[in-house]
C-alpha cells in the first residue's frame, strides 16, 4: 500500500498510514468542535505532533477547541486514571477524543471515554458496570511500535497492583494514524521494548487457545515484518515496517488474546517496574518449551495436541527453524541483538520475590488462554530457571 493510503479494517476503522499521514486528518478534525487529547508528556513535542495540533488550533481558531490532557506514568494505575478524570469530565459537549502515544496513553483513553460517556461519578466503575459502552468518536494515534493497543478492543488497568481488563468492543477507534515519523524521536530502548512486545503477541496469539486462521494470519504478518527488520540499521523505512507490524500484532490478539508470558509479566511490570515488553519476552523461550511439550494429561480444557502440533508447525515456519530448540535459540538471540539481559535478577528482582511473582501471575482470560494448563508451581520453575 502506498505512503499515507487509507483503508478501512472490518471494524470500519479509518487507517491513514505511511510517512506524513498524521497530516490526513485534515480532512477528519475539521468535524469535531471539541477535542480532548491525551498525550505522552515526555513524547508528544519531540514526535512532532505537538506542532501538528497547535498548527490545526490556528487555522481552525474559532472552530475547534484542543483541552490536552498529558500523561507520564507507565503501568496504569486506577488512582492515575480517577486523577485524569476529574480534570476532564466537567469539559462539557466533548464529541471526540484523541490519544497520541504508547499502549497506556490509548488505554488511558479507552476507559476516559467509557466513564465520560456515561457521566460516571468515578471512573473505576467502568471495571464493574458492564454495560456501559463509549458513545465518542475515538481517534488513536501510537506512537511506539509494539503494544497494537489502536487494533484491540480492550485495555490494561492496574487496581492496587492487580491487573484488570476491560474488553468493550466500543472502545475500538474510529480513526488509526500510523505514521512513522511519530517514531523517529523514540529512544532506541524504548522502541526496541515495544518490538518485543509485538512479537510475542504474534507468537502467543499463533499458540493462544483463542487462536483462529484469521488472528494467524496476522500473527504471520506481525512476525515476518519484524524478524524481517530486527538487524537492520534504523531507518524511516524500518520504523514503518515496525509500526505495521505492531498493527498486525495487535489486530491478532484482537481476536486470540494473550497468554502466559502475558500474564506472568503484570506482576513484574507492576511491582517491580520491569518495561512491559521485557517482562514478556523474558519467560516467553521457556513457556514456548513448556507449550511445545504438552501432553493430554496437560492440555487446557477444549485444546487438543493436533492444535499444539499445528500451532508449533507454523511457528518453525515463521522463524524458519526445525525443533524447538532451535525455536528457543532464536528467541534468545532476538532479545541479545536488541541489547536486553534475559535474567530476572538483571531487572532487581530477588530470589525471596519469586514466590510472589509466581502466586500473582496466573490472570484470568490470558493464562487460562493458554494452551497447556499450569498452575502457580510450574511457574515457579520457569521463574527459577530464567532467574
Known sequence: M?????????????????????????????????????????????????DYFQQVETE??????????????????????????????????????IAVGGGTI???????????????????????????????????????????????SFAVVYK???????????????????DPLLLKSLPVPVLNSTVLDALAQGIESTWAKGATNESREYSKQAISLILDNIDKENSLNRLEKLQLASHFAG???????????????YPMTSHFDVPHGIAVFLTLPKVAELNYYTNEHTLQPGVQL????????????????????????????????????????????KRKDLSFLAAHALTKG?????????DSNTILKILEEIY
Open 160 to 178: 492496587d497492583k492487580i491487573k484488570f481488563s476491560v474488553d468493550n468492543q466500543s472502545l475500538l477507534p474510529d480513526t488509526i494514524v500510523l
Open 2 to 50: 502506498p505512503s499515507s493510503a487509507i483503508s478501512r479494517d472490518s471494524k470500519e476503522a479509518v487507517t491513514f498510514r505511511g510517512e506524513g499521514a498524521l497530516s490526513r486528518l485534515d480532512v477528519v478534525l475539521p468535524k469535531y468542535k471539541n477535542i480532548l487529547l491525551f498525550n505522552d508528556a515526555n513524547g508528544f513535542q519531540p514526535c512532532g505532533a505537538a
Open 366 to 374: 490470558r493464562s487460562d488462554n493458554n494452551p497447556r494448563n499450569v
Open 106 to 152: 490509548i488505554d488511558l483513553v479507552k476507559i476516559i471515554s467509557i466513564a465520560y460517556s456515561n457521566n460516571c461519578e468515578k471512573a473505576e466503575e467502568v471495571l464493574t458496570d458492564k454495560e456501559l459502552k463509549n458513545r465518542l468518536d475515538l481517534i488513536f494515534i501510537p506512537t511506539t511500535a509494539g503494544t497494537g493497543s489502536e487494533a484491540t
Open 60 to 97: 481552525l481558531k474559532g472552530r475547534i477547541r484542543i483541552q490536552y490532557v498529558p500523561y507520564e506514568g507507565k503501568a496504569l494505575p486506577i488512582e492515575d486514571i480517577e486523577a485524569k478524570y476529574r480534570e476532564v469530565k466537567s469539559n462539557t459537549d466533548v464529541d471526540v477524543i
Open 306 to 349: 493436533s492444535d499444539i502440533k499445528e500451532s508449533f508447525s507454523l511457528l518453525f515456519s515463521f522463524f524458519q527453524v526445525d525443533t524447538i530448540d532451535q525455536l528457543v535459540e532464536k528467541l534468545h538471540e532476538v532479545i541479545v541483538k536488541l541489547k536486553f539481559k534475559t535474567r530476572l535478577r538483571d531487572y532487581g528482582i
Open 251 to 265: 489486530k491478532a490478539i484482537n481476536i486470540s488474546k494473550t497468554t502466559l508470558p502475558h500474564s506472568i509479566s
